[in-house]
């Protein structure tokens, strides 16, 4: 399509649509912080044609992945603190086994074996943890997310018990 058809001729397919107007929201909002009030969307979605309960739908949807973003972020964060542990406890291993080496030997020979033998699987670690795509990583939250949902269960279940023990 050129620039020179006349207004009456264009037509859009629904996804070139949505690129459309989302450039145009995007444009029009400089302000990043600007909020639209749920009336204001209605509003929006009424101009367009689009069905309250669609929107609705829609909202839910986006509230719904607005929650597993949450929950990527948070297990994002906690391999990573994982990781920083296990290298921190990586240094302080290795740490004293070379002022060992340092102090009986005059040098460090021995303790490099042991900082490479260790220094291996600490390696793989911090690769995993920083592969945030892939069937492992989809695997491993998975994993973390059904734990998480079970200790928040579990806890739950226990503060309840314990309310109606008190009462």
Same mark, same amino acid.
């Given at each position: 399509?050129?620039?020179?058809?006349?207004?009456?001729?264009?037509?859009?397919?629904?996804? !070139?649509?949505?690129?459309?107007?989302?450039?145009?929201?995007?444009?029009?909002?400089?302000? &990043? !912080?600007?909020?639209?009030?749920?009336?204001?969307?209605?509003?929006?979605?009424?101009?367009?044609?689009?069905?309250?309960?669609?929107?609705?739908?829609?909202?839910? !949807?986006?509230?719904?992945?607005? +929650?597993?973003?949450?929950?990527?972020?948070?297990? !994002?964060?906690?391999?990573?603190?994982?990781?920083?542990?296990?290298? +921190?406890?990586? *240094?302080?291993?290795?740490?004293?086994?070379?002022?060992?080496?340092?102090?009986?030997?005059? +040098?460090?020979?021995?303790?490099?074996?042991?900082?490479?033998?260790?220094?291996?699987?600490?390696?793989?670690?911090?690769?995993? *943890?920083?592969?945030?795509? +892939?069937?492992?990583?989809?695997?491993?939250?998975?994993?973390?997310?059904?734990?998480?949902?079970? &200790?928040? *269960?579990?806890?739950?279940?226990?503060? &309840?018990?314990? &309310?109606?023990?008190?009462?």
């Amino acid at each position: 399509m050129t620039a020179f058809e006349p207004q009456s001729i264009r037509s859009y397919s629904q996804e !070139d649509v949505q690129q459309i107007l989302h450039l145009a929201i995007a444009r029009q909002a400089d302000d &990043k !912080d600007k909020e639209f009030s749920y009336e204001q969307i209605l509003e929006i979605a009424a101009e367009l044609e689009i069905a309250p309960e669609s929107l609705k739908l829609a909202e839910r !949807d986006w509230l719904v992945q607005q +929650g597993q973003v949450q929950q990527r972020k948070a297990f !994002d964060s906690y391999r990573i603190r994982k990781f920083q542990k296990r290298l +921190g406890n990586y *240094t302080i291993f290795n740490g004293f086994f070379i002022l060992l080496d340092l102090i009986t030997g005059g +040098g460090i020979s021995w303790s490099l074996y042991i900082l490479l033998f260790c220094g291996l699987p600490l390696g793989f670690d911090g690769w995993n *943890t920083f592969q945030m795509k +892939g069937e492992e990583y989809e695997m491993a939250f998975q994993k973390w997310s059904r734990n998480h949902q079970i &200790k928040k *269960t579990i806890s739950t279940v226990l503060n &309840k018990w314990f &309310k109606a023990l008190q009462a």
